[in-house]
């Protein structure tokens, strides 16, 4: 009886829309599967266990992974998160408007930092991960423009940590910024992308 041999899929088990963006401009063959875990869970634990942030944003990624490597443990499972924290306090994003302006007021004049962890399972085991920490500075920023650059995006604002994508209307906040636009968006893709050469599923 012939075996029927599995090509193995490279899947983001991720909802995020930016990063299935980063990937497909990037003409990166993927499917994307939803991946429910308990974030809040796992932020408080590490927070109890006295994990950095980075540590967290590594679980977080991994434990995405680990539930979709379950579903298909034939394939090559991408799990990304990312995380902010300025002046040691970590960063979710904003549940409302004034929420949204309240971060804002926070990390204005500051320097923060945006740890986007990525990692790739396969048959239910770790086989490469990476965590990169892209550090932004943000500008003083006055109260009647915090309030005309929420007005403009509205709930936008609220889908996004730190209240901006930096890729569009949120570039005004800055006064510099040390890290790729990749990673800053949510996935550190050229570290991937050498680990998919490195694997054979990109042409090297």
């Known amino acids: 009886m012939n075996k029927v041999i599995h090509t193995p899929t490279l899947i983001l088990a991720s909802q995020s829309s930016s990063r299935a963006k980063i990937l497909k401009n990037a003409d990166i063959f993927f499917k994307a599967v939803p991946s429910a875990v308990d974030e809040g869970e796992i932020k408080s634990r590490a927070k109890g266990k006295g994990w950095s942030i980075q540590e967290t944003a590594l679980e977080l990624a991994r434990a995405k992974a680990r539930v979709v490597t379950q579903i298909y443990p034939q394939d090559y499972i991408i799990g990304a998160d990312q995380m902010m924290q300025c002046d040691g306090r970590w960063f979710d994003k904003a549940a409302s408007l004034q929420e949204a302006k309240d971060q804002l007021r926070f990390i204005q004049a500051k320097l923060h930092t945006l740890p986007s962890a ?7 085991q770790e086989i490469w ?3 990169v920490t892209p550090e932004l500075a943000v500008r003083p920023l006055s109260d009647a423009f915090i309030d005309a650059y929420v007005a403009r995006l509205g709930d936008e604002i609220l889908r996004s940590v ?23 968006m949510g996935l550190p893709l050229l570290s991937l992308m050498a ?3 490195r694997l054979g599923i990109l042409m090297s």
């Open 118 to 124: 990525c990692v790739i399972f396969r048959q239910g």
């Open 129 to 131: 991960s990476t965590v």
């Open 162 to 184: 730190g209240c901006y994508q930096v890729e569009g209307l949120g570039a005004q906040l800055f006064e510099e910024i040390k890290g790729d636009i990749f990673t800053i």
């Open 195 to 197: 680990e998919l050469r």
